[in-house]
């Protein structure tokens, strides 16, 4: 059994900035691809990072030049460093990866999401 377990959230002034993390612990082999969503009520969750085990990475131009995704392989850890929050900002925050365990099935999991508040 896999988790995904963020932490790092809480609520910042805009302007600010918040470190989220998330380890994945359990019967892991491989982890190709972590990355970061959020969500906002009534709205579709949408990516915000996205980092592949070689060290690449990718964001949407809402967030491109604010926020940092990073990872630590030997800990099976991805964090995000959010910079220059605005309201806007304001979410659900989810990790994501995409897991191969032991017995080499593969399956995407789910974090079950830290809140990130931006005050004005």
């Known amino acids: 059994q896999v988790q995904l377990v963020e932490s790092g959230g809480g609520l910042v002034q805009s302007g600010g900035s918040l470190r989220l993390s998330c380890a994945a612990s359990?019967?892991?082999?491989?982890?190709?691809?972590m990355g970061w969503y959020r969500q906002t009520p009534g709205k579709q969750r949408e990516l915000v990072a996205t980092i592949f085990s070689g060290g690449s990475t990718n964001y949407p131009d809402s967030v491109k030049g604010r926020f940092t995704i990073s990872r630590d392989n030997a800990k099976n850890t991805v964090y995000l460093q959010m910079n220059s929050l605005t309201p806007e900002d304001t979410a659900v925050y989810y990790c994501?990866?995409?897991?191969?365990?032991?017995?080499?099935?593969?399956?995407?999991?789910w974090g079950r999401g830290t809140q990130v508040t931006v005050s004005s």
């Open positions: 994501n990866a995409a897991i191969q365990t032991r017995d080499r099935r593969w399956s995407d999991y």
């Open positions: 359990g019967s892991i082999f491989n982890i190709p691809r």
